[in-house]
Nanobody, 123 residues
Framework: QVQLVESGGGLVQAGGSLSLDCAVSGRTFSINTLGWYRQAPGKQRELVARISRGGMTNYADSVKGRFTISRDNAKNTVGLQMNSLKPEDTAVYYC?????????????????WGQGTQVTVSS
């Protein structure tokens, strides 16, 4: 099992910055990828950014150049620095951990989620 606890978020004006942090505990040695997803009202949850254990990153096109994901494997944390925020960034942001689990003949990935934290950007 893996537990994720998010912190940060809140209300900010357009053009401002916010940072999110996620503390990960449990079977951290089996964590493959850590990431941030978001879900706006009436929309599906979408990937914002993710980072592999080795530091490779992926970003949604909508946040490239504005958001930066970081990971500290020693402290088992993942952060998201959000700059130049736009009203369309308003959503509940969720921390995600993809955890490797052995199965007969190989392995699979299980997804774990934090409770979510609200980010609201006013125009």
């Amino acid at each position: 099992q893996v537990q994720l606890v998010e912190s940060g978020g809140g209300l900010v004006q357009a053009g401002g910055s916010l940072s999110l942090d996620c503390a990960v505990s449990g079977r951290t040695f089996s964590i493959n990828t850590l990431g941030w997803y978001r879900q706006a009202p009436g929309k599906q949850r979408e990937l914002v950014a993710r980072i592999s254990r080795g530091g490779m990153t992926n970003y949604a096109d909508s946040v490239k150049g504005r958001f930066t994901i970081s990971r500290d494997n020693a402290k088992n944390t993942v952060g998201l620095q959000m700059n130049s925020l736009k009203p369309e960034d308003t959503a509940v942001y969720y921390c995600n951990a993809a955890v490797t689990r052995p199965i007969p003949g190989g392995s699979t990935l299980d997804n774990y989620w934090g409770q979510g934290t609200q980010v609201t950007v006013s125009s």
